[in-house]
Nanobody, 113 residues
Framework: QVQLVESGGGLVQPGGSLTLSCTAKGLNFIDYGVIWYRQTPGQQRESVAS???????IYSDSVKGRFTVYRDNAKNTVYLQMNNLKLEDAAVYYCNVPWKNYWGQGTQVTVTS
């Protein structure tokens, strides 16, 4: 059974930094690309960053230059490093793999002054 576990969320002030982790059970990230999403109440789920099997990365315009996605296949973990956080970055963050619905519990990121 596949399980994706997001962690690392918390409360941070605007301009602060946070690093999220996505760890997989029952699936080897070395065989998959990974996509980070976020969602706020009343909003559509939005992809913010992705990393391919070959470590090519893509970012949404809203986070480009501030977020970095990278992997550690030995730990079967994909990370999302978030710098210079803004109020609009507050959301529940999820990870997943393309064409699958292995949604975990997500991790809450709160940005407040």
């Amino acid at each position: 059974q596949v399980q994706l576990v997001e962690s690392g969320g918390g409360l941070v002030q605007p301009g602060g930094s946070l690093t999220l982790s996505c760890t997989a059970k029952g699936l080897n990230f070395i065989d998959y690309g990974v996509i980070w999403y976020r969602q706020t109440p009343g909003q559509q789920r939005e992809s913010v960053a992705s990393i391919t099997i070959n470590d090519k990365t893509i970012y949404s315009d809203s986070v480009k230059g501030r977020f970095t996605v990278y992997r550690d296949n030995a730990k079967n973990t994909v990370y999302l490093q978030m710098n210079n956080l803004k109020l609009e970055d507050a959301a529940v963050y999820y990870c997943n793999v393309p064409w699958k619905n292995y949604w975990g519990q997500g991790t809450q990121v709160t940005v407040t002054s």
